[in-house]
């Protein structure tokens, strides 16, 4: 069964940071690109970033401006996110989310979400 | 950047079809995909590449995508079939989502 489990979200102070991870489970994680996609309370979903299998191509939200940092470990089946800087905007669950990367990108399994509250 | 748009509610009645429209400038020269997500939980994916139902979806699920739009079509809507629906394309590189669509069914 595949499982994606996210992990390290909280409440931090505006300019703080916090590193979210997702540990992965029931698949061979180091032949898929992983993604994390954001929701703020009561709105819609954001793609946040994404990540190739080996981490030769990495994307960013623009709204992000360079304040978060994608990474993987393939001998750890696990994907992280790295945020800096962050401001109330920011609050939200994260989820991340494995892609399919053939004839169109589209996310097939998600993890339960880990919630990021952005407030002083 | 690349937008996708869709209606923010829709209502219908048990046993009713839904359809559920996305558009964006030339979305039909993509692949579209939709999920469906229930209040406090992940999104789940019963569309992919503009028509496809993955495995555990049911039939009453359908899509279409030409031109400017993506519609994704609930035949027999149940109540189950509440939550919000949103589209999903790729674009030079990037994910983009559609703003969401709240269905009802009453």
């Known amino acids: 069964e595949v499982q994606l489990v996210e992990s390290g979200g909280g409440l931090v102070k505006p300019g703080g940071s916090l590193r979210l991870s997702c540990a992965t489970s029931g698949f061979i994680f180091s032949v898929y690109s992983m993604n994390w996609v954001r929701q703020a309370p009561g709105k819609g979903l954001e793609w946040v970033s994404s990540i190739s299998r080996n981490s030769t191509f990495i994307y960013y939200a623009d709204s992000l401006k360079g304040r978060f940092t994608i990474s993987r470990d393939n001998a750890k089946n696990s994907m992280y996110l790295q945020m800096n800087g962050l401001r109330a905007e920011d609050t939200g669950v994260y989820y991340c989310?494995?892609?399919?990367?053939?004839?169109?990108?589209?996310?097939?399994?998600w993890g339960q979400g880990t919630l990021v509250t952005v407030s002083s | 950047s690349y937008e996708l748009t869709q209606p923010p509610s829709l209502s219908v009645s048990p046993g009713q079809t839904a359809s559920i429209t996305c558009s964006g400038n030339k979305l039909g020269d993509k692949y579209a995909c939709w999920y469906h997500q229930k209040p406090g939980q992940s999104p789940v994916l019963v569309i992919y590449q503009d028509t496809k139902r993955p495995s555990g979806i049911p039939e009453r699920f359908s899509a279409t995508n030409s031109g400017n739009t993506a519609t994704l079509i609930i035949s027999g809507t149940q109540s189950m079939d509440e939550g919000d629906y949103y589209c999903q394309a790729w674009d030079s590189s990037t994910v983009v989502f559609g703003g969401g669509t709240k269905l009802t069914v009453l």
């Open positions: 989310a494995r892609e399919v990367a053939t004839a169109g990108h589209y996310f097939d399994s």
